[in-house]
């Protein structure tokens, strides 16, 4: 905005040494120019996404049971009984596999008898005495470990697919019957390894209703919401496609990279753009470090807002004269041109036009118009009462006045724009994703005039993750 007053200001001094008389030329026709002249361009973001599974693994860990009992209890050989409780599963996540460790007791009743005969139709008897044996009656508990593994993998609906499979029975406390050098602790290995197998595919079946899609639908929602950029206007990363990388584990939490094709479009002014359901997963190739190209939208309303704010009621003295500002505004375009109008009263009263082809140096960071000068018609008007306006000097003051550097803004907004990539955002209720975003650049490579507005592409670069 400091640009466009320099050039009013400048503009608005000259006339002020005109003659008396009122100046005002016939307004130069516009060029009907579409805002979005310029094709959307896209860019790829590496979005790494943090999952807390904890409320997944404990449903896991509720459906498993938690005590086992069993017997066998034939009449000759050994007949036993046994009982099994377990802790609480210990889940350790590494690289694509969880591991489920569990901690569990056991006590085994026995008996054993040498042989058996039936007797008048009765059933078999024990034709000897049975001995009588147990671990873990009347003592402590003995101890056993459990291992389960699943391999996990997200298929391209969003849908989990794993395969689990029991990889440990440990005992600590072994059972031996030495009276007739027998392992008792083998019968609760093999009963509850029996039963935990059975359980495979309903661990694989709690896993499969994990709803992966919904929290990634949730994630790719939230992308699409408009965030305020305080002062400035609205970002809009506007999501394409998406490809979601292998999960990886780490102790209790997940880790999906998501790979993000973005149409980012920022605006001064709120504006409906519509919104793109989740997408089949796609392959897209992307970089730690994202780079997009933001479509950058500055209406003439908003700019004329803020001109109007610094010029409306201006008031110039120039000796023993003044002149007052009453409106200046951007038109829009002329060609490849940018129209200004700026209309005043006071000691002489009228309007001017200028037009020039803004300019941008992306080193610099400097908007200049180096061909900034009055449109035809106002240079007629000029010429009926003030030639000396048409002086090398003036119009090479004029042309220094016009020069804006960005350099301040760009960082204002590089500081707005990182702060907001780094507020949580409520994606269902209760329910938070926390980004975490830094940019390592932000500068404009294309600038461009429209109906509409004035429209800018800016390079975005940075990195961008999100823990849910």
């Known amino acids: 905005m400091k640009l466009i007053l320099s050039i009013l200001l400048v503009l608005v001094l000259l006339i ?41 693994l404990d449903l896991v860990d509720k459906e498993i049971p938690s005590k086992f009992w069993g017997k066998d209890d034939p009449c000759d050989g050994v007949a036993y009984s046994y009982y099994f409780k377990r802790e609480p599963i210990q889940f350790e996540g590494n690289k694509s596999t969880m591991t489920y460790n569990i901690d569990g007791e056991y006590n085994i009743r026995a008996n054993y008898c040498a042989k058996c005969a039936e007797a008048f ?121 998406i490809d979601v990388e292998p999960i990886t584990f780490k102790k209790q939490k997940g880790y999906v990279t998501v790979n993000l094709v973005l149409s980012p479009v920022f605006s001064t002014d709120s504006i409906n753009l519509t919104k793109k359901s989740l997408p089949f997963l796609t392959k897209i190739k992307s970089k730690k470090d994202f780079s997009l190209p933001i479509l950058t939208l500055a209406s003439y309303d908003s700019i004329n807002s803020i001109l109007s704010q610094n010029m409306d009621n201006l008031v110039i003295p120039y000796k023993k004269k003044k002149i007052i500002i009453t409106s200046a505004k951007a038109l829009g375009p002329v060609g490849s041109k940018l129209l200004f109008e700026v209309i005043f009263t006071g000691s002489k009263k009228g309007k001017l036009y200028l037009i020039g082809t803004p300019a941008y140096d992306s080193k610099t960071h400097i908007i200049s118009f180096p061909d900034l000068e009055f449109d035809i018609r106002s240079r007629d008007a000029i010429l009926k009462s003030a030639k000396w306006l048409f002086d090398k000097k003036l119009t090479t003051l004029l042309r220094e006045k016009a020069l804006y550097d960005l350099t301040e803004q760009l960082e204002l907004a590089r500081n707005e724009i990182e702060t907001q990539l780094n507020i949580p955002m409520e994606i269902s209720k209760g329910q938070f994703a926390y980004f975490s975003g830094k940019l390592t650049d932000f500068n404009i490579s294309t600038l461009n005039i429209g109906t509409l507005g004035i429209q800018l592409i800016v390079d975005l670069s940075g990195n961008l993750s999100i823990r849910l």
Not at 19 to 25: E, F, L, M, T, Y
Not at 153 to 172: D, P, Q
Not at 205 to 222: G, H, L, N, Y
């Open 16 to 56: 002020t040494m005109g003659s008396c008389g009122s100046i005002v030329p016939q307004q130069p026709s516009f060029t009907e120019t579409a805002l979005l002249e310029v094709p959307e361009r896209t860019g790829a973001l590496k979005l790494p996404i943090e999952i807390d599974l904890t409320p997944y």
């Open 121 to 241: 139709g009765s059933g078999p008897f024990c034709l000897t005495p049975r001995i009588y044996v147990s671990c873990g009656v009347g003592e402590p508990l003995r101890k056993i470990q459990i291992g389960f593994e699943s391999k996990i993998a997200l298929e391209a609906n969003y849908l989990l697919k794993s395969k689990t499979s029991l990889v440990k029975t440990n005992i600590i406390n072994p059972c031996e019957l030495s009276f007739i050098n027998y392992d008792a602790s083998k019968i609760i290995e093999k009963e509850i390894s029996t039963a935990l197998i059975e359980m495979e595919d309903e661990i694989d079946e709690q896993i499969a209703s994990v709803d992966m899609k919904s929290t990634i639908t949730e994630v790719w929602d939230a992308l699409q919401e408009s965030m305020l950029v305080e002062g400035m206007g609205y970002l809009n990363l506007r999501p394409q496609e």
